[in-house]
């Protein structure tokens, strides 16, 4: 019997990680043939590839021909690239720029998934033509991978994209939800930062956003360059806990908003709200409101399971 293959073939780097999963599923929903590809955690279900290895990207490019790669994978954590400067910039650098040059060669759209670490956060909202200026060795190494990629690949798209959440395996796996625990153990105080300007963002739509603008490329070539997309709720650490905590009908009166610039670790910019209008004037985008989005993300996690019954009823 006639089997239906679709014809769009799509690659997924970091196909493994809170990004890459939510991107793959997205595409593979969509009538996309899509192939993730991962490191550590990549079999079964994934192909198993070192991005630092340039033979091995090269054979899955020419073997797959993808129309389009999603490059998702980096070391996104600014502390930990603050403590492994030449593996971070292995990754987010060099390997980009190598991906993108072996994009051209088949012809394949590479997007470039970046972040709004790569503005100070003096003066928001930025639009993708405002001048960078990284405050932290995280927002240095994307922004000189966004470097690579166009001077490898003149036809790629960087998409930048803020502090990201939803469906986590562990609630470390992003910013956000790795709050959930001080918020449900209300007998002792926690200190949440209430200084920092974020703007939490939905995995489900940034994935919605990379195939939009994938498709819209099949259909028109000029679709490149640099693109922002962002969630539209400002909120410090302290105001998203007390969303959380909102969203589960759980106390918030433990939780204490610090005022001052944070003085451990990497630097973090103060406010780098991205502008969005680019994408949005093309028709571009979908924003999940933060409190349904964190409640779909967080509930496997209750600890106390009665609030389900509440939740959900």
């Keep these: 019997e006639d089997v239906d293959i679709p014809s769009r073939r799509v690659l997924i780097t970091g196909a493994t990680g809170l990004l890459g999963r939510a991107v793959f599923k997205e595409f593979n929903e969509n009538k996309w043939n899509a192939v993730g590809c991962g490191y550590r955690r990549a079999q079964p279900r994934f192909e198993q590839i070192n991005l630092l290895d340039s033979i091995a990207v090269h054979d899955i490019i020419h073997d797959f021909q993808p129309h389009v790669i999603v490059h998702c994978a980096a070391e996104r954590r600014p502390d930990v690239v603050e403590s492994q400067p030449d593996t971070a910039s292995q990754l987010n650098v060099a390997a980009s720029g190598n991906l993108a ?3 051209a060669g088949v012809g394949a759209f590479l997007i470039y998934i970046s972040t709004d670490y790569v ?4 003066s928001p909202p930025y639009k993708e033509t405002d001048v960078p200026n990284p405050l932290n060795l995280y927002g240095k190494t ?9 001077e ?3 036809d790629a798209a960087v998409l930048r994209i803020p502090v990201l959440y939803g469906e986590v395996e562990r609630l470390e796996e992003s910013a956000v939800t790795v709050m959930f625990d001080k918020v449900q153990f209300s007998n002792k105080s926690a200190n949440m930062d209430h200084w920092q300007q974020r703007f939490p963002t939905n995995v489900k ?8 603008l994938a498709e819209k490329r099949m259909l028109d070539p000029s679709v490149k360059g640099i693109f922002h997309w962002s969630g539209n709720e400002q909120m410090t650490k302290y105001e998203m806990a007390c969303a959380i905590a909102d969203a589960f009908n759980l106390p918030s009166s433990h939780l204490r908003p ?3 610039c944070p003085v451990v670790g990497a630097l973090r910019p103060r406010n780098a709200q991205l502008d969005c ?7 571009i985008g979908q924003r999940t409101p933060f409190r349904a989005g964190i409640k779909e993300s967080l509930w496997p996690f209750l600890v106390d399971k009665r609030w389900r019954q509440t939740v959900f009823h």
Excluded at 119 to 122: A, K, M, P, S
Excluded at 277 to 283: A, D, N, T
Aim: include cysteine; charge should be negative.
């Design 205 to 212: 739509d940034v994935a919605t956003v990379c195939r939009q």
């Design 152 to 154: 490898n690949n003149e």
């Design 119 to 122: 503005f100070d956060g003096t």
């Design 258 to 260: 610090i005022t001052d």
């Design 277 to 283: 209008s680019k994408l949005e004037m093309l028709g």
């Design 101 to 103: 040059k072996e994009a």
């Design 142 to 150: 994307k922004l000189e991978g966004e470097k690579a990629v166009l």
